[in-house]
């Protein structure tokens, strides 16, 4: 199967929120892609931020890290791309984190790297905590009927 990389973006935001104890602090920070090549960020704050209080956005980013066929969200990673079963997922996912960190993610014996929590994004030259998609036991298939009728692809770790 013929994957499409779709474009993958950091969203983070930080605003202030009024509370009856005075102004506090918030921040956000995660990434996103779509199938329309679009994210419209002032639209998703819109939805976000919390109507029952006054806020003040301090800041609002979105930056393109590139195009992918995964990207990560909360202990899960994401692919717009269908796959109807395990194998082939899984198959997927593994070369994504190959190209993305290196092979140190395919050795899964490697108990030297278990307890690392961050690895080095030959993409973006940063470290990634990658939330362990590292440990191959961790993964899960997703397939439930959300997946197919978004036709697209989760494995949980
Ligand atoms: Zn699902």
């Not at 102004?23 to 679009?38: A, G, L, Q, R």
């Not at 209080?53 to 980013?61: S, T, W």
């Not at 307890?115 to 191959?136: P, Q, S």
Request: net charge negative; hydrophobic share 35%.
């Amino acid at each position: 199967m013929k994957e499409i990389a779709y474009p993958v973006w950091a969203i983070s935001a930080q605003w202030e929120y009024k509370t009856p104890e005075g102004w506090k602090y918030n921040s956000t920070y995660f990434k996103v892609s779509s199938k329309d090549n679009i994210f419209d960020e002032q639209l998703w704050w819109e939805e976000y931020h919390n109507k029952k209080f006054e806020h003040k956005l301090i800041k609002l980013d979105k930056i393109l890290l590139g195009e992918f066929t995964w990207w990560m969200k909360w202990f899960c990673h994401v692919n717009l791309n269908y796959h109807n079963n395990e194998q082939g997922a899984f198959e997927s996912f593994e070369r994504f984190l190959e190209e993305t960190y290196g092979s140190i993610i395919l050795d899964v014996h490697d108990y030297s790297s278990m307890h690392k929590d961050t690895y080095l994004n030959k993409v973006t030259n940063k470290e990634d905590c990658i939330m362990g998609a590292e440990e191959r036991w961790r993964w899960k298939f997703c397939g439930c009927e959300q997946c197919k009728k978004e036709q697209i692809t989760i494995v949980k770790h």
